[in-house]
């Protein structure tokens, strides 16, 4: 589901392991954490600030299932879609 380091990786024509070393070195993370990351901010700032389709959200992060995408929602954010779209949190 999206981009995996490993793809990251081929695009550049390194190997998985020397990519991670450098995006350790560089951002004290490893290419999986640095997209999670990514996908977590880029859902967090489509749910408060667009009208955007839940679906569509998870669509833009790589995500095709919806039982998927509530899943990571919960556990990287607290809160279901739903809830985070609509305001129960504040």
């Not at 020397?18 to 996908?39: E, M, P, T």
Request: no cysteine; proline share 2%; charged share 25%.
């Amino acid at each position: 589901a999206g981009i995996r380091s490993i793809d990251v990786a081929a695009e550049l024509g390194m190997s998985n392991g020397h990519i991670n070393v450098l995006f350790k070195d560089q951002l004290g993370k490893s290419v999986a954490a640095y997209i999670r990351s990514r996908k977590v901010t880029i859902v967090s700032e489509l749910l408060h600030g667009s009208e955007m389709p839940i679906k569509a959200i998870a669509g833009r992060i790589g995500m095709s299932d919806l039982q998927q995408f509530n899943k990571f929602v919960r556990r990287e954010l607290g809160y279901a879609p739903r809830e985070l779209r609509g305001g129960l949190t504040t």
